[in-house]
């Protein structure tokens, strides 16, 4: 293999890495705003609302479910309740 075809593999290589970064990185914010559209949708949530008290409540809503982590779900919502003081 020539320096100049492992150059194109290499080069190729760091382009689709760049690209599905960028790609995973909008699906995140996709999902956030998802997330928090769903919050701003549900009457019950205050300020000093803790996720486990509405928990059931929001859990079968496919935006609940497609957030990727629990630690995910809890720092959105601190994040939302937060931004409602």
């Given amino acids: 293999m020539s320096t100049h075809e492992l150059w194109v593999i290499v080069s190729n290589l760091a382009l689709w890495i760049i690209v599905s970064t960028h ?3 909008v699906m995140c914010l996709q999902c956030k705003e998802e997330f928090t559209q769903l919050l701003r949708e549900t009457e ?5 609302t803790q996720l486990d008290e ?3 409540q929001l859990a079968n809503d496919p935006r609940y479910m497609q957030v990727p982590s629990e630690e995910k779900r809890q720092a ?7 931004d409602l003081v």
Avoid: G
């Fill in 76 to 82: 959105w919502f601190d994040d939302y309740t937060q």
């Fill in 23 to 25: 790609v995973l990185w």
């Fill in 54 to 56: 509405v928990r059931i």
């Fill in 44 to 48: 019950d949530i205050t300020s000093t």
